[in-house]
């Protein structure tokens, strides 16, 4: 699968990032839509990745590695400064906040929501 990066537009949207990313829509259409240019909710994250046709498992999960996540996943994870959305896809981490990386960013507790498009 193929995920194009996006940046979140400010510290509060790492959500409609992770969303516009799983998508493939610009990040301010997501903002519109869901009427919400702040932290989004678990059931915000859901409805709309329903609504456009993504499954997402409805048991968090827990993980220890990358190699713990399934090969499409919705995280959350709990960073040095707050709860943070991020998105896991076939070996690599589309971190709003932090780009693209091996594994994942500083964190504690790490939970994953498993997604199929």
């Known amino acids: 699968m193929k995920i194009e990066y996006v940046h979140e537009p400010t510290d509060l949207q790492c959500g409609q990032a992770v969303l516009a990313m799983v998508l493939g829509l610009p990040v301010e259409q997501v903002s519109g839509e869901l ?7 678990l059931k915000e994250m859901k409805d709309y990745f329903r609504s456009h046709g993504v499954k997402i498992s409805d048991e968090r999960k827990q993980a220890q590695t990358k190699d713990d996540l399934p090969p499409l996943a919705l995280l959350s994870l ?9 998105l896991y896809c076939e070996g690599a981490f589309y971190d709003p906040e932090h780009g693209v ?16 498009k």
């Open 35 to 41: 009427d919400n240019d702040r932290e989004t909710t």
């Open 78 to 86: 709990e960073t040095p400064r707050c709860w943070h959305w991020s």
């Open 101 to 116: 990386l091996n594994d994942f960013p500083v964190c504690s507790r790490k939970y994953y929501w498993e997604l199929n």
